[in-house]
């Protein structure tokens, strides 16, 4: 078909195209464009064999949309791939494989030698060594303008106001760089300097020729002097570092320099006719793909849309429909990498197959059941290194010990506010019987009552329990009693707070955070700040005396419940409520010894803690659960983070339930799957203490990833039981597990077996 023509029955008309940037999204967009039968013009400021790097990978999932869009760029493509299944690690000299994972290279040169020949052959007219005219100037003579001019485009910058772009820097420097010998499998290997972590990453792109990326923390790049140093210096170091991966080999550059990744977002990828395409729209960090993989995706959706929609708007704003979920869900994956190999200093000291699992796991993309299906004899390995007792007992079925308390299972029913305390006085009712009974049964090795109040104007809102009263107590009894009675084995914790600035609100389900329209009580915090500035009431800074009464609440509930029976009490130090709010900057504004520095700011909840363990049995663990980010500028660091927890586990804490947020009205979270699993992860690797993630963990495969990856010890699970109450037994059941740690209550055993879903 020649360019300019449409297919034989097409009504449309040809559109004239204008594609700026040669690399290989443009070049494939280009290809299937004129394949159609659009007039295609191709702008490239350098030279048809510049390139920088040296390897390209792309996935299968990739390759079959080439097949089906264009079988002869695909079959040419096909003649150059090297293929690998394997993943070196080595980690303290020791090397591991996992195999199974099916990888796919060739060099980026032959890549654009391929687009070239096939552009060409479909009439494209390509312009090398020629700046693209301006944006505005191309948008006003063509139907379609294709931007895919690179992390710094011009296009993208031009029309900023509209596009809305966000670069974020990372933490570390990398340098892009080749050895001229093939790697058997793609390779990392940790080098620990005097300087600090570096790591290399590898994999063969040729039958001659492997692609070495050296990335390290800015703060190590400057430390070891890499700074300083030119691409001559800089490969020939590398190489010396690296040597025994290198068989002694050299390294060499192709224009490589060290460079910060930078993630690229942009709120809009298309204004009027001209389109982002790559890395131009979006990047994602080379530790998990190439950016050619997503950038030859986008060409494939934009073609596809071009194709199926009868206009330009319609066909970009279909490309974006198409392209955004994929790339978002791409990004979230790979800033999870980003940041693993940012805080890898923090990983080097776990056993060899543990840290090697995490790398493997470290963008949540790759699992514990997926890699299972890869590679079973290496999961075994790193199952049977984490402590289960047998090949059929999944991580998360693998008990924990804490103090005196033995944990049959992993899975904690995180607390959970259910506001429906009985006659609005803080007492537990028959709901509370049956809600916490229900998920007692359901499996969990522990179970978490939500935030009991110490004190009538603790509460949040009237619906909210309490253990302030000898009646609410009684109740309480009523609960445990069942669970320890009628679901032997499952642990059942209870959580002591303070609802401080957040109290005296709505139920919510009739206005979150929002005041009592009446009947409302005094609030209290740390320092007069309200926590919707104009909505909530504005709270009293607590005095001395109100502190010591405070700590008095805190130690009387703590008697009450052990003598309910429950067997782990966690202190509430998270979400902003009282005890939270000394601890972040942004609600402490005491000038006083409880203000100030962290020190002064952890000074009232460790007196608060000391207070309740010095009643709490010794034999019975305490944990704590607080905000690890306020996800707020100047609030919590992570740096705090971690302090905070150590701080308590000085004092005596088993175990830190890491949340995060929820501190102040005007928070960003960035949410995602599992999103609050890292802030858990960095505690436990800094200190050593157990740790319990929370935060949209919402499949059996993720606890045992994050158990076996070290992120964490046990897992808080909590939307997942409100919708299945016997979550923990189901999860059992998906992966045939019928031992002790899981077992079915005697009246529910006929029911142990999963039902038939259909006829069939």
């Known amino acids: 078909m020649a360019a300019g023509t449409m297919p034989a029955g097409s009504t449309r008309p040809a559109l004239r195209v204008a594609v700026v940037g040669g690399g290989p999204g443009g070049l494939y967009a280009a290809a299937l464009l004129a394949r159609q039968g659009h007039t295609v013009e191709v702008w490239e400021r350098g030279a048809p064999e510049d390139t920088f790097g040296f390897g390209v990978v792309l996935s299968d999932e990739t390759l079959g949309g080439i097949e089906r869009a264009d079988t002869v760029v695909y079959a040419a493509l096909g003649a150059e791939f090297v293929r690998w299944d394997d993943i070196d690690i080595v980690h303290r000299g020791r090397l591991l494989t996992s195999g199974g994972h099916g990888f796919a290279a060739l060099g980026r040169r032959r890549l654009l030698e391929i687009l070239h020949e096939r552009c060409a052959g479909l009439g494209v ?241 790759v699992t514990h059941d997926n890699l299972r299906l890869r590679d079973e004899r290496f999961t075994r390995a790193v199952e049977r290194d984490f402590g289960c007792p047998d090949e059929h007992t999944p991580p998360m079925f693998t008990p924990l010990k ?48 939500e935030m009991v109040c110490v004190s009538p104007e603790g509460r949040i809102t009237p619906g909210c329990t309490g253990l302030y009263t000898a009646g609410q107590a009684a109740a309480w009894t009523r609960i445990a009693d069942f669970v320890h009675a009628c679901a032997p084995g499952t642990a059942l914790g209870v959580q002591l707070g303070h ?23 005094p609030v209290a915090a740390a320092s007069a700040l309200p926590y919707r500035p104009g909505v909530s009431a504005v709270p009293r800074a607590l005095t001395t005396e109100d502190l010591a009464s405070v700590r008095s609440d805190f130690a009387a509930a703590a008697v009450r419940a052990a003598d309910c029976g429950f067997d782990l009490l966690e202190l509430h130090c998270a979400h902003g409520y009282l005890l939270s709010g000394f601890l972040s900057p942004l609600t402490n504004h005491r000038t006083d010894a409880y203000g100030g520095p962290l020190e002064n700011r952890l000074r009232f909840p460790l007196e608060v803690f000391d207070a309740v363990r010095a009643v709490w049995p010794d034999d019975r663990p ?117 031992g002790p740690a899981a077992p079915w209550p005697a009246p529910y055993r006929a029911g142990s077996r999963k039902p038939p879903s259909g006829r069939g």
């Not at 299972?409 to 009974?437: I, K």
């Open 125 to 365: 007219t390509l312009r090398f060594r020629t700046a693209a005219p301006a944006a505005a100037a191309l948008a006003a003579s063509y139907d379609l303008v294709v931007a895919a001019d690179g992390v710094h485009s011009a296009t993208r910058q031009s029309g900023a106001a509209h596009f809305r772009p966000t670069l974020t820097g990372g933490r570390c420097r990398y340098i892009w760089l080749a050895a001229d010998f093939a790697f058997d499998a793609f390779r990392f290997e940790i080098a620990e300097t005097e300087h600090g972590v570096m790591q290399l990453h590898a994999y063969p792109y040729s039958a001659a020729g492997s692609t070495v990326i050296v990335e390290m923390h800015e703060q190590v790049w400057r430390a070891a002097g890499f700074d300083l140093c030119d691409e001559a210096e800089s490969a020939a170091r590398c190489a010396k570092i690296f040597a025994e991966a290198l068989r002694g080999r050299p390294l060499h550059g192709n224009r490589s320099a060290w460079t910060e990744f930078r993630t690229v977002v942009n709120e809009r990828w298309s204004h009027g006719n001209v389109v982002l395409l790559g890395d131009a729209a979006h990047t994602a960090h080379f530790s998990i793909g190439s950016g050619t993989k997503l950038a030859v995706e986008d060409a494939l959706a934009l073609a596809e849309a071009v194709a199926a929609e009868p206009d330009v708007p319609a066909a970009l704003a279909a490309y974006e429909s198409a392209r955004r979920p994929a790339v978002a869900s791409t990004q979230r994956a790979a800033a999870a990498s980003m940041r693993w190999f940012e805080e890898l200093a923090g990983y080097v000291d776990q056993p060899a197959r543990q840290f090697a699992f995490n790398l493997l796991t470290r963008s949540r993309r």
């Open 402 to 449: 804490l103090r005196g308390l033995t944990l049959r299972n992993r899975v904690v029913v995180s607390p959970m506010d259910m506001y429906s305390a009985q006659d609005g006085d803080g007492t537990p009712g028959d709901f509370h019987l049956v809600h916490l009974g229900a998920r007692a049964l359901g499996g969990a090795g522990l179970v978490m009552t």
């Open 499 to 521: 609802s401080g600035p957040k109290g005296s609100t709505r139920l919510m389900w009739e206005g979150m955070d929002d005041p009592l329209p009446e009947g409302n009580w």
């Open 622 to 738: 305490m944990t704590v659960r607080i905000s690890a980010t306020d996800w707020a500028p100047g609030g919590t660091s992570a740096q705090d983070a971690v302090d905070i927890a150590a701080a308590f586990a000085a004092h005596g804490a088993d175990a830190i339930d890491v949340s995060t947020g929820q501190v102040v009205a005007d928070e960003a979270p960035e949410y995602g799957r599992s999103y609050q699993t890292p802030y858990a992860d960095r505690i436990r690797n800094a200190l050593g203490i157990a740790v319990i993630a929370v935060g949209a963990i919402s499949s059996w495969d993720d606890v045992n990833s994050l158990l076996l990856a070290g992120r964490a010890d046990l897992c808080a699970v909590g939307r997942p039981h409100l919708y299945d109450p016997h979550w923990t037994l189901h999860a059992a059941a998906d992966q045939s597990y019928e």
